[in-house]
């Protein structure tokens, strides 16, 4: 085996004046017209039984155990109606005899070749009978050293349902070349990914399943050991090329580009985990022979260019990077999720998170519950009567519960039967002192997410009031997300934090299927956050720094802020003299959409306690750029899988983003680490250990 973009039908418009286009006087619009965009990340489509006609095609050549496998997951698995068709090619007397009494106790349509013909013959065989003597809608060839799993066929065909166009499906695998997961390739060859101890197939078709998105991404080339063909793809471009594939091997691929050329498209079922055994009908070193062949055949039908071209887009698919790179992590994330489960569940906790717009501190608290939930934790937040408007504004959806108080003092009234109350912000941690007055007081924790004084001026009574929150009981337990923030903490105000880690929802933030070309075919897409109101954020450098090499770059880059209102008083008072546009405030779900479509995005803050927002863009496959100062270093690495610069210098913040946008190299290849890296600060390993602060660590 040589070896994007999913139909959005549920996408809601932006509104007229959702983005603004900023631009010099005289000058037209140029770029894309982003008021046109949709707002949020489409929800993944409802799997539904299939009521369509299948014929499911296996082909066989001996290899009796891993048949019988195959054909007892296929019974056990596949959702009807559908008819099994075998192709024995061949088999020796004890396969054939085996198949006949399978044909005859289930009914299963039995074709047999005394003599083997080979794979594509015995797939056209099947074929052949399918449509002469079949009205099935669909055709799935499977190999007979597979073994598939629940719900296969209804996901694979809901896939194919998905686009119009769609005519070639295929799941994911263990050893399928580009539909292989975790890994693809391994010493030079395709990987073979054995499971993890204790993880059977199902398991891990239910692990995939789970996490999916069902981006349905496309690809040029899909793996023939499992492919799902619409009736009507084969009606117009025929059955596969015996002559010059009749061995097997190359055929698929040579049928994959007949198929595009006819304007149908290929697509990964990412929903679906079909196991593979590989080559047990043949020997792996005739394989790597008939493999070398096929490949050799197929350049010289095609053309080699047709073929590199294809392979390329298979190895560089960004979609299918940030499926492979959470799938490495799928196991572990089940990992923390159990041992959590065993410990706490049952467990009650109550984060008191009092804001009325989104925002960094706030995600994260989302993020985290979510994933306390998944531990069995009866986890909810509490918030103020009076921010329910901007609340509900910014989190519409909510998958936490959220429970309003009219004020401060009514707190307790709630807190009853909790085991953990958690303040968020330092002018909240006062709020706790009157669980005390509770029969059966909670633990008091405060998730310490900045320094807090930094945001206010010295001497103030907010910079006071920050400074005394992390010592304002003597068992607060507090805990945060860097060491860097841990540090700061004790040094200035002698209390100590457990370090929780960095984290980011990596299953809102990824990447998916883009609305537009990729670039050089459109500008490259540059993204900052812009707050007047923090000066920490840098909002003055940040535009100066955009303004520079918009100036420079022209329309070869596109630029957009997002994070404050263009008729802010704050913001008018800003560099604006440049082409831009301004997102205004995102919801999670709006700010995920948007980090798909760019290509760059920068913080040029003073210093990040963390920087959520970077470690947001990364996980959506974007090069970024962090200030060394502060908690980024414990995620980004420098040249790696990011560029880290000293924001207090001017001319190294600018010569950082022209790197970027020059060097395409440099930002393909961070752009690739960063999917793969951040998915290693997945929510529930911080969950987990902010529950071990609460509970254990005391």
């Avoid at 139909?7 to 894309?32: C, D, E, T």
């Amino acid at each position: 085996m040589l070896i994007k973009k999913v139909k959005w039908k549920i996408w809601k418009k932006l509104p007229k004046l959702f983005l603004k286009q900023h631009r010099l006087r005289g000058n037209k619009q140029v770029h894309r017209n982003w008021a046109q965009m949709p707002t949020i990340v489409s929800p993944p489509p409802i799997i539904r039984r299939q009521s369509e006609k299948v014929d499911i095609i296996i082909c066989v050549h001996n290899a009796l155990q891993e048949l019988q496998d195959c054909l007892k997951s296929v019974l056990q698995y596949t959702t009807p109606p559908y008819t099994l068709i075998i192709v024995d090619d061949g088999s020796e007397e004890e396969t054939k005899n085996y198949l006949q009494s399978f044909a005859r106790s289930t009914g299963a349509i039995l074709l047999r070749n005394d003599r083997a013909k080979g794979y594509t013959l015995a797939a056209n065989q099947g074929i052949k009978w399918s449509l002469t003597h079949s009205k099935a809608d669909y055709i799935v060839l499977l190999n007979s050293d597979t073994l598939v799993t629940p719900n296969w066929l209804d996901r694979m065909i809901a896939c194919a349902k998905s686009h119009p166009r769609i005519g070639l499906v295929g799941p994911l695998s263990n050893c399928a070349s580009w539909q292989s997961i975790p890994k693809v390739e391994d010493n030079g060859d395709w990987a073979y990914n054995n499971l993890p101890n204790g993880i059977s197939v199902v398991d891990m078709a239910n692990i995939v399943a789970r996490y999916s998105a069902r981006l349905y991404p496309r690809i040029p080339f899909l793996n023939g050991f499992c492919l799902l063909i619409k009736r009507q793809v084969i009606e117009e471009i025929g059955l596969f090329d015996e002559e010059t594939f009749g061995l097997g091997y190359g055929q698929e691929n040579d049928y994959c580009i007949r198929a595009r050329r006819a304007g149908w498209l290929l697509a990964i079922a990412d929903d679906v985990y079909v196991w593979h055994w590989h080559s047990r009908s043949y020997s792996h070193a005739k394989r790597l022979r008939l493999t070398k062949e096929a490949d050799q055949a197929l350049i010289r039908k095609w053309g080699s260019k047709v073929v590199s071209d294809g392979v390329t887009v298979c190895r560089k698919n960004r979609v299918l990077d940030g499926i492979r790179a959470r799938s490495q992590v799928m196991i572990e994330r089940e990992q923390w999720i159990s041992k959590a489960k065993s410990r706490w569940a049952g467990k009650r906790v109550l984060f008191v998170l009092p804001v009325a717009a989104p925002g960094g501190g706030a995600n994260v608290v989302f993020q985290e519950a979510k994933a306390m939930l998944s531990m069995g934790i009866d986890v909810k937040i509490v918030n103020l009567e009076r921010y329910r408007g901007g609340f509900e504004k910014a989190y519409p959806a909510p998958e936490v519960p959220i429970i309003y108080i009219p004020r401060e003092e009514s707190l307790a009234e709630i807190c009853q039967g909790f085991d953990a109350v958690i303040a968020t912000a330092n002018y909240s941690v006062s709020w706790l002192a009157t669980l005390d007055k509770l029969r059966k007081p909670p633990i008091k924790g405060y998730y310490v997410q900045d320094f807090e004084p930094y945001f206010y001026a010295p001497g103030t009574k907010e910079y006071f009031t920050a400074w005394a929150s992390y010592t304002l009981f003597p068992d607060l337990v507090c805990f945060t997300k860097t060491e860097w923030n841990r540090h700061e903490v004790k040094e200035k105000t002698g209390a100590d934090c457990t370090v929780v880690g960095p984290s980011v929802d990596i299953d809102l933030f990824r990447p998916r299927p883009r609305q537009d070309p990729e670039y050089p075919d459109r500008p490259i897409r540059i993204a900052a956050m812009v707050r007047p109101s923090s000066p920490r954020r840098s909002p003055k450098l940040t535009m100066e720094v955009l303004r520079e090499v918009s100036q420079k770059y022209k329309n070869n880059i596109e630029i957009i802020i997002f994070g404050c209102d263009s008729k802010d008083p704050a913001f008018t008072t800003l560099p604006r003299d440049f082409p831009f546009y301004n997102a205004g405030v995102l919801t999670r779900e709006q700010l995920a959409f948007l980090l798909n479509e760019i290509d760059i995005f920068v913080d040029f803050s003073k210093y990040q306690a963390m920087g959520l927002t970077a470690m947001e863009a990364m996980a959506c496959g974007v090069a970024v750029i962090v200030p060394s100062k502060g908690g980024a270093r414990s995620f980004a690495k420098n040249e790696k899988n990011s560029l880290v610069v000293d924001t207090s210098a001017r001319e190294a913040c600018v010569a950082a983003l022209e790197r970027l946008i020059v060097d395409d190299d440099l930002r393909l290849r961070l752009q690739q680490e960063a999917i793969f890296d951040i998915c290693k600060f997945f929510p529930e390993q911080a969950a987990y250990k902010i529950l071990e602060a609460l509970f254990e660590v005391r």
